[in-house]
């Protein structure tokens, strides 16, 4: 059997990482909107949907039992971390944001990042408790 969490009811806006993820929507909100009609529609759209499943794959995950589960959420919120970078590269290097507003977005896709692979990190030891207890 699949190891379970504590089940309780958990507040995800509680957690750390899922608050950066909500301030990092915040401002990719505010570059979307300020980009011409065609790239908000195009780029502003990609990179609002990676950003946005940052913080709903936290959330997903979060609340899940199983820690399989809520590393595999966990895991796509990575990704879409990776994704984010690529738009914000892709904003930079066409002259839609200016290389100080790339580098403190890319920052904080990092800092994600960062909190992301630590958690992620403490489930596989959880995970690995579960394999040598079956």
């Given at each position: 059997?699949?190891?379970?969490?504590?089940?309780?009811?958990?507040?995800?806006?509680?957690?750390?990482?899922?608050?950066?993820?909500?301030?990092?929507?915040?401002?990719?909100?505010?570059?979307?909107?300020?980009?011409?009609?065609?790239?908000?529609?195009?780029?502003?759209?990609?990179?609002?949907?990676?950003?946005?499943?940052?913080?709903?794959?936290?959330?997903?995950g979060?609340?899940?039992?199983?820690?399989?589960?809520?590393?595999?959420?966990?895991?796509?919120?990575?990704?879409?971390?990776?994704?984010?970078?690529?738009?914000?590269?892709?904003?930079?290097?066409?002259?839609?944001?200016?290389?100080?507003?790339?580098?403190?977005l890319?920052?904080?896709?990092?800092?994600?990042?960062?909190?992301?692979l630590?958690?992620?990190?403490?489930?596989?030891?959880?995970?690995?408790?579960?394999?040598?207890?079956?």
């Amino acid at each position: 059997m699949r190891k379970i969490r504590e089940l309780q009811d958990r507040d995800v806006r509680k957690l750390v990482v899922y608050q950066k993820s909500l301030d990092l929507v915040k401002e990719i909100s505010i570059i979307k909107e300020a980009l011409p009609w065609r790239e908000k529609n195009i780029l502003g759209d990609q990179i609002w949907r990676s950003a946005t499943s940052i913080s709903g794959n936290i959330s997903e995950g979060a609340t899940q039992v199983f820690f399989a589960v809520y590393f595999k959420h966990l895991s796509s919120a990575l990704g879409s971390c990776g994704e984010t970078c690529t738009w914000l590269e892709i904003l930079s290097q066409c002259g839609y944001i200016d290389k100080t507003t790339f580098d403190a977005l890319y920052e904080k896709v990092i800092e994600i990042r960062r909190i992301l692979l630590a958690i992620m990190k403490k489930i596989l030891v959880e995970i690995q408790d579960e394999k040598e207890v079956a």
